[in-house]
């Protein structure tokens, strides 16, 4: 195992229902470390930058304004096979396919609103920090 570090987002339905800590706590329960956050109101330049890899996809505007519509919260996670652990605790993208306890199994509201967005690997983790992180807000 190695100690890596990895991106996630708590997203605005998390956010609306005041879930950031509930977020949070289960993060660090699954051996996550917060080593930056900051709560942010998305521009639609930035989603759209973000999620540009999506771009063709028929469900991109609908999520471009999903992540405008209200604040999140981006954080830098380290810990163990950070990545890995991140997506366990999430769940399945679809809640209704999670497993009991994880993130969006107990807190999601649908497949849409499923209240957390994490890296799917070290590469892309990297990038996803850049995007939203310079250097030294990363005080892990």
């Known amino acids: 195992m190695t100690t890596e570090r990895t991106f996630s987002i708590i997203k605005p339905d998390a956010t609306r229902r005041n879930l950031t800590g509930a977020v949070t706590k ?4 699954a051996g996550l470390r917060v080593v930056a956050s900051k709560r ?7 989603a759209e930058g973000f ?9 991109f505007a609908d999520l471009v304004g999903f992540m405008i519509s209200g604040p999140v919260v981006v954080q830098v996670l380290e810990g163990e096979d950070a990545v890995a652990a991140n997506r366990k605790v ?7 396919n999670a497993e009991p306890g994880t993130i969006r199994k107990e807190l999601a509201e649908s497949i849409e609103a499923n209240s957390v967005h994490g890296s799917d690997s070290a590469e892309n983790a990297a ?14």
Do not use: S
């Open 26 to 29: 289960m993060l660090e329960e």
């Open 90 to 96: 999430m769940g399945a993208t679809n809640p209704a």
């Open 127 to 140: 990038i996803e920090i850049a995007f939203f992180f310079q250097p030294e807000e990363i005080v892990g």
């Open 51 to 59: 999620y540009g890899v999506h771009k063709e996809r028929p469900f």
């Open 40 to 46: 942010i109101h998305m521009t639609r330049e930035q």
